[in-house]
Nanobody, 119 residues
Framework: QVQLVESGGGLVEAGGSLRLSCAASGSSASRFTMGWYRQAPGKQRELVATITSGGTTNYVDSVKGRFTISRDNARNTVYLQMNSLKVEDTAVYYC?????????????WGQGTQVTVSS
């Protein structure tokens, strides 16, 4: 399995921005689809965004136009740029790398990073 380490979470005010990073170990990381999930308190974990090895992206409707997923294969790193943050974006955000199975990713999880948006 690939090892994933997230960073960049924190406390921000509504309307602000935050950039999450996920560094992946392993020489095969650039072949994987990578993505971000999030889990808010008392809610199910949901897939937020994915990016394939070829650069194709997909987003959950609630973040379209506000979040951007990108990757730097030379650094084995995936990013999630989050703009116009809302209180409802508050969650633990998890990086994941693997293969697409339907619209989900089958593979390895990062440890998660907390994002808290205050009003």
């Amino acid at each position: 399995q690939v090892q994933l380490v997230e960073s960049g979470g924190g406390l921000v005010e509504a309307g602000g921005s935050l950039r999450l990073s996920c560094a992946a170990s392993g020489s095969s990381a650039s072949r994987f689809t990578m993505g971000w999930y999030r889990q808010a308190p008392g809610k199910q974990r949901e897939l937020v965004a994915t990016i394939t090895s070829g650069g194709t992206t997909n987003y959950v409707d609630s973040v379209k136009g506000r979040f951007t997923i990108s990757r730097d294969n030379a650094r084995n790193t995936v990013y999630l740029q989050m703009n116009s943050l809302k209180v409802e974006d508050t969650a633990v955000y998890y990086c994941k790398a693997g293969v697409l199975v339907g619209r989900a990713i089958a593979g390895s999880w990062g440890q998660g990073t907390q994002v808290t948006v205050s009003s």
